[in-house]
């Protein structure tokens, strides 16, 4: 929480936005948001490259850290953003789970990926698998999504200005989905949806474009029978282990449930 700010004490909260390995997008969803300009007069952007060129490392009241962290300069950089903030805030898919980069994580081997990439040619950076920043750091809050929602960034926002703290959604896409009556394209097409498993908060954007949820809010922080039961069902579908782990691994590598949940439905079977 931030301690001073300008409606609860006396200035404004400093606050930083920074990118390890990502696309950006997440920056610049928040440089794009409606009220940004308000948001800009309500604090103080110390590093913000999307918005100002006068950004520059230092203390902040809160950091929020987009992108995964896939290089040693992307470590060395993102301890010294934790060493800085008071509050630091995950946003994105990259942040939070490591993000598509992080798609092979224990599928494949990373230093022969590595090579097959770059070769032997020299690069400027040393490459590291990609992690999620928790794997590193404390982080305080995540703001998820790929990327996150423009609302969600408002309320992050609105409550740290306010002196409190953003809660973290808990229900799955499954609960929006219903409650926006689309119908189920696990049940009626038989599509792969991770609706069940993933962070609501979209309000089911992609179901209701007749697409599966692939899960990029992230798995549910909680564990549920939902795991276990989305894999069964999967295999009743005829899904392969290895099309079931591709699919919960885009955004879920990381997650240990994920794997769990394939093991115990297929056990070694392919
Ligand atoms: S979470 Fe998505 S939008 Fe954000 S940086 Fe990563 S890939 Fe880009
Ligand atoms: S499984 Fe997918 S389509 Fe079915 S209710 Fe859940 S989110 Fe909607
Ligand atoms: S439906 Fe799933 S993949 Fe689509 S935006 Fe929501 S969480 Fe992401």
Redesign the pocket.
Not at 213 to 217: E, K, L, M, W
């Given at each position: 929480m931030v301690e001073t700010c300008s409606v609860c004490e006396t200035r404004k909260p400093v606050v930083g936005v920074y990118a390890l390995t990502s696309c950006y997008g997440c920056q610049l969803m928040i440089a794009t948001v409606e009220k940004i300009l308000q948001i800009s007069e309500a604090v103080t952007f110390k590093s913000f490259h999307m918005l100002t060129s006068a950004s520059s490392h230092g203390k902040v009241d809160i950091a929020f850290v987009e992108g995964s962290v896939s290089t040693e300069k992307d470590l060395i950089e993102l301890k010294q953003i934790r060493e800085d903030a008071t509050v630091l805030v995950a946003i994105g898919a990259c942040s939070i789970h490591g993000g598509v980069q992080s798609w092979d994580q224990g599928l494949r081997d990373y230093p022969e990926m590595y090579e097959k990439v770059y070769g032997n040619g020299e690069i400027a950076y040393e490459g590291l698998a990609a992690k999620p920043i928790d794997h590193y750091v404390k982080v305080d809050h995540y703001l998820p999504g790929?990327p996150p929602d423009e609302r969600e960034i408002v309320y992050f926002l609105s409550t740290f200005l306010f002196g409190t703290y953003p809660e973290r959604k808990e229900r799955p896409?499954c609960h929006e989905c219903r409650l926006a009556g689309n119908p189920c394209i696990l049940i009626e097409k038989g599509e792969m949806c991770?609706?069940s498993v993933?962070t609501s908060g979209?309000n089911?954007?992609?179901?209701g474009f007749g697409i599966p949820?692939?899960?990029?809010?992230g798995p549910t922080p909680y564990d549920t029978a939902s795991f276990d039961a989305l894999a069964k069902e999967f295999k009743r579908l005829g899904k392969t282990r290895e099309e079931v782990l591709d699919r919960l691994s885009i955004f879920g590598s990381h997650d240990r449930r994920m794997r769990q949940m394939v093991e115990k439905a297929y056990g070694g079977e392919k």
């Open positions: 790929c896409v991770l609706g993933t979209c089911a954007l992609c179901i949820c692939i899960g990029c809010r």
